[in-house]
């Protein structure tokens, strides 16, 4: 038997390369800054340069290790050249966190066909291609790795009042998909888990708050969960105490809808 640690918990990153997609605020801000304080690697993306800039510039400062690199999440060619910048900077990435993602505010029915493919593509398309090619070279160099994809409550749940169909549809998918390639790679040491948000602070819920009024009064908590709140959830996901778990998706609604 092999001789566990007590409790067997460690969120020692300090060997490992993360790459987090929609850096540039919320919870990707979020996700990025908690790895690197774990120790990993960071490869902050995202498409606005600046941000990510002063997202890495903190993080070098206060002792982690992190570069800026543009992504385009509906292009992928940007996709693949953000992971060789990412590798040839900080090495293989045996992090993947799948954040990245907007909403389309539009009844399905009046939705042009350029909002739906930019859903698409960012939310599912983008996601996808780029778990492929990290598993692609976690496979080649015999790593282990761990992809966190981020859905969304909305994979699960909608209303009528909604309009957020493509943004359920394309949340939903990403459950699946995650479910699908963590089938297909549980022969090698890579595992592949989700998160589903609820309600969660955000530039994208700053929007949606400021169409619809303030949606916290109607949750049994009355509140708005704030990134930190899933740190937890992310570094057990991403650390050796969760080497079982894999195609796992993990609500964290705050007890804000039904089931």
Known sequence: ????????????????????????????????????????????????????????????????????????????NSIRAALEEAEQALGTVTILVNNAGIPDAQRAVKMTDTLMDAVFDTNLIGPWVLSVEVAKRLIA???????????????????????????????????????AHAVEWSRYPINVNCIAPGAFASEMMDGMLSRIGDISQNFPRKRICQPAQMDSTLLYLVSPASECVTGTVIKIDDGQGSR
């Open 1 to 76: 038997m092999p001789d566990f640690p007590l409790p067997y918990t460690s969120t020692d990153l300090s060997d490992q390369v993360a790459l987090v997609t929609g850096t540039t605020a919320g919870l990707g801000k979020r996700f990025a800054q908690v790895l690197a304080a774990c120790g990993a690697k960071v490869a902050v993306t995202g498409r606005r340069f600046d941000r990510l800039e002063a997202l890495a510039e903190e993080i070098n400062a206060t002792g982690g290790v992190a570069v800026p690199i543009a992504i385009d999440m509906t292009d992928r």
């Open 141 to 179: 160099a015999q790593l282990p790795g761990r992809i966190v994809n981020i859905a969304s409550i909305a994979a699960f749940n909608t209303t009528a009042q909604s309009a957020a169909t493509l943004y359920a549809t394309t949340k939903s998918a990403v459950v699946r998909m995650t479910e």
